[in-house]
């Protein structure tokens, strides 16, 4: 199942069972307002997508491949959407990751903290 490729970057393998997040956020015009009875009148520009995410098990040389891709100043991503299978534009502003385990030499086994994508 392809629950998230960035640049041709198949990372799915590497999601934690419990690590996918999925929301909608709607962007509301200028014009949304509430009147003097405090009815909102809505106008509904677009709604955005929110991905989070976790990995484990990757190599550092695989990290530092989702670091690089997570670092562009936005990229397309193809994730699993509650709507299917779907390609969107992202940016991710912040990425930590940890070592969780140095077998030998430069064989290392490393584990992100969650990220969020967020559509532009």
Known sequence: MELLIINGHDYSMYIKN??????R???????????????????????????????MGMT???LAQLDDDLS????????MDLHGRMTRTF???SFNA???????DDEHAWKSDSFTLTEV
């Open 60 to 62: 550092r040389a695989q």
């Open 72 to 79: 562009q100043e936005t990229f397309h991503a193809t994730y």
């Open 25 to 55: 956020n709607d962007l509301d015009s200028s014009e949304s307002t509430r009147v003097k009875n405090g009815t909102l009148r809505r106008k509904k520009i677009s709604a955005k997508r929110k991905l989070t995410y976790e990995v």
């Open 18 to 23: 419990t690590g996918y997040g999925w929301s």
């Open 98 to 104: 940890a070592l969780t385990s140095a077998v030998r």
């Open 91 to 93: 940016y991710c502003s």
